[in-house]
């Protein structure tokens, strides 16, 4: 079974930054592709938006709407997904989850809440 912890959220002013860790077990992160992904304010139900994902070689792919203010690398001494968050806007106000990429629903995990302030 695959679990993951979401880690690092808080509130921060418009244009801050803040720094997202996503743990996993060793046989999880050697195994699997993770990625981010938030539910906003907005958003009903279970829906939840892709932020950014990391290849086994570290490759990033990015949501349009965090390119160049998000980086997202993979931790393998730690064995965690870091998302380094710069220039943060009122809208990335969020909980972000930590996944697999594509994500599989059994695997959400509590997330952690992002909260930009103006």
């Known amino acids: 079974q695959v679990q993951l912890v979401e880690s690092g959220g808080g509130v921060v002013q418009v244009g801050g930054s803040l720094r997202l860790s996503c743990t996993a077990s060793?046989?999880?992160?050697?195994?699997?592709?993770l990625a981010w992904y938030r539910q906003t304010p907005g958003n009903s139900g279970d829906e939840r938006e892709f932020?950014?994902?990391?290849?086994?070689?570290?490759?990033?792919t990015y949501a349009e709407f965090v390119k160049g203010r998000f980086t997202v690398t993979r931790d393998s001494a730690a064995n965690a997904l870091v998302l380094e968050m710069d220039e943060l806007e009122p809208g990335d106000t969020a909980v972000y989850y930590c996944?697999?990429?594509?994500?599989?629903?059994?695997?959400w995990g509590q997330g952690t809440q992002v909260i930009v302030s103006s």
């Open positions: 932020v950014a994902t990391a290849a086994m070689d570290n490759y990033p």
């Open positions: 060793q046989n999880a992160f050697r195994n699997f592709v």
């Open positions: 996944n697999l990429f594509p994500y599989i629903p059994d695997v």
